[in-house]
């Protein structure tokens, strides 16, 4: 347990909510929950702490005061962040008395709490519900082939991209690049997301054993997707799942709640769509040889080597092979003409 959370609740309460802001709901990874809460933050002159992208395509932790600044560091990407200076900054802020809001994986949260060393009245934190971190090494590697096939640098990846719907939005991925081109990346086609939610390859070893699941959480809130919801909360385009996990968190959902639609579920509700709440991801021995294997073989080729490669597309392509061949034989014994 961390050295704040001893006061969190043991059991949460969960609610079911989306923004009311439908252009929000849409580019937010589930219902919008996390932006509603930080713009709160940053109407009262506060400052959000989250994840956006760097230059180089890399996830970096900032602090952001603006709404233009939320833009960035919206949606999840699965990939782990660089900390930088995040904690010292958020420490000097806080020392200052601005109010801030720091969202991060319940790790990230852990960490902030024991760099500070006690809670702050000033300080809102927020998790959620984590699959785990993949290395950005695995990440650069997929998306320096992609942009290899595409003649063009990527200026920003849109994971779980709702064109289409938000229960299928796991396997797509849109990618917009530096001429204003954008491509999706779907289902087996979407190698990353693909190895990710499948052979866990290049998860961080450590989370194979995490060791801040389940409750109390770390966070005074915890943001998640309410998957396995019942269909009369779910219509395709994102629903939330909020976990209240201490007094400062009520008091937060309390001032945010009219702009979002809100249903109360029970505690239970949590298990049936989302094992990861309790329990860690199967990471692979094979996780370092697969990394150093991509210093010399695209991500392509490392999928394949350690069995992360879609088999039905290997299928598929066998299929059009077999095709080719025959169809070159059949033209070549003069049946074709
Ligand atoms: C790596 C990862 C794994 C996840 N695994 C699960 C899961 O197994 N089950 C589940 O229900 N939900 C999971 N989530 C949470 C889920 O994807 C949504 O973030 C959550 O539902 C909140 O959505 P939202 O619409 O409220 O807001 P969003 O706008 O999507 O909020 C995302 C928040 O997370 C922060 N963030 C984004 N990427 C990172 C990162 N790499 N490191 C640290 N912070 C980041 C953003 O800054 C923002 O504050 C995961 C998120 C991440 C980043
Ligand atoms: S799975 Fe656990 S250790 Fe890994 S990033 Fe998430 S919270 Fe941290």
Not at 57 to 86: A, F, W
Not at 180 to 203: A, R
Not at 302 to 326: E, N, Q
Request: net charge neutral; charged share 25%; proline share 3%.
């Amino acid at each position: 347990m961390g050295v704040v959370t001893t006061n969190h609740f043991k059991q949460p309460d969960i609610y079911a909510v989306w923004t009311k802001d439908a252009d929000v709901r849409y580019k937010s990874t589930s219902g919008g929950a996390f932006t509603e809460l930080a713009k709160n933050i940053l109407n009262k002159g506060g400052l959000v702490a989250g994840a956006r992208y760097n230059e180089e395509c890399l996830v970096e932790h900032c602090l952001v005061d603006s709404l233009d600044g939320l833009d960035e560091i919206r949606q999840s990407k699965y990939m782990s962040s660089i900390p930088g200076n995040i904690y010292k900054d958020v420490k000097a802020a806080l020392e200052e008395g601005r109010l801030i809001g720091f969202c991060g994986a319940p790790c990230q949260v852990l960490g902030l709490y024991s760099f500070l060393g006690k809670d702050y009245d000033n300080l809102i934190t927020m998790d959620f519900i984590c699959r785990g971190m993949n290395s950005p090494k695995a990440f650069k590697a997929w998306l320096s082939e992609l942009e290899e096939r595409e003649g063009c640098k990527a200026k920003k990846v849109w994971f779980k991209y709702k064109d289409g719907g938000w229960k299928s939005s796991p396997k797509r991925t849109r990618v917009d690049f530096e001429d204003g081109h954008y491509v999706v990346k779907e289902g087996e086609d979407n190698l990353y997301m693909y190895g990710y939610l499948t052979s866990n390859l290049y998860i961080r070893p450590s989370c194979g054993n995490c060791t801040v699941k389940g409750v109390p959480r770390q966070g005074d809130i915890t943001l998640a997707d309410f998957w396995g919801i019942e269909s009369e909360l779910d219509d395709d385009k994102g629903t939330s799942m909020l976990l209240i996990n201490s007094e400062k968190g009520r008091d937060l959902f309390d001032e945010i709640r009219n702009n979002m639609v809100v249903h109360q579920r029970n505690f239970s509700e949590i298990f049936n769509g989302n094992p990861m709440f309790s329990t860690s991801a199967k990471v692979p021995n094979e996780t370092h040889e697969f990394l150093a294997d991509l210093d010399n073989m695209s991500f392509t080729d490392a999928l394949k080597k350690y069995g992360g490669y879609p088999s039905a597309i290997s299928r598929w392509k066998k299929i059009v092979k077999k095709i080719k061949t025959v169809i070159l034989c059949l033209a070549s014994n003069g049946d074709i003409k």
